[in-house]
């Protein structure tokens, strides 16, 4: 997919359905020890994950995830302190790699999604190799701009005279 997510359907007749379910399969099961943050919401009518709000809510968990694996159709895991293991067998899952973000849609509850995320900040991180500079004199600052057209990007970024400062002050030589 363009922005990097995954997506495994059950039934689903895309070549790379069960491709993406290995990699969302790894995924999950590196989670092993780590903390993460477990939400479930209900699904508009529209499907629109856009559309659901994700703000922190009073049954949400946040615990360290133990034991995490996939057998056929079903995501396992076990929380701290608990030897029952719990499971949901899944109808479609979502994984944003980048954001470090799984959406787990319930076979069994069609109008839930679940949604397990690495707690924190994750930045997305663009390389340009050379790129091509262009810098304009803005007022009290500037605005460079950063062009790699081997991807097709543009950064442009606009710089107050403190902003200059430490972009010449981190710069060697």
Known sequence: MADGRLVWQQGSSDPENMAHLD???QWWQQLDQQEIELAQRLLPESDDLGA????????DERFTVQAPR????TLYWQKPDSKEERSITVRKLELEP???RLYIYSQAQRQVVMRVAIPGLNYQTLKLHNPQIVGKASGEGCVLLLRDSGQQLEIELVLDRDGIGQLLAS???
């Open 70 to 73: 996939v057998g056929g159709i």
């Open 171 to 173: 710069l060697p030589g």
């Open 98 to 100: 980048r954001a470090q």
């Open 23 to 25: 990699a969302i399969a």
């Open 52 to 59: 659901v709000d994700w703000q922190p809510q009073r049954f």
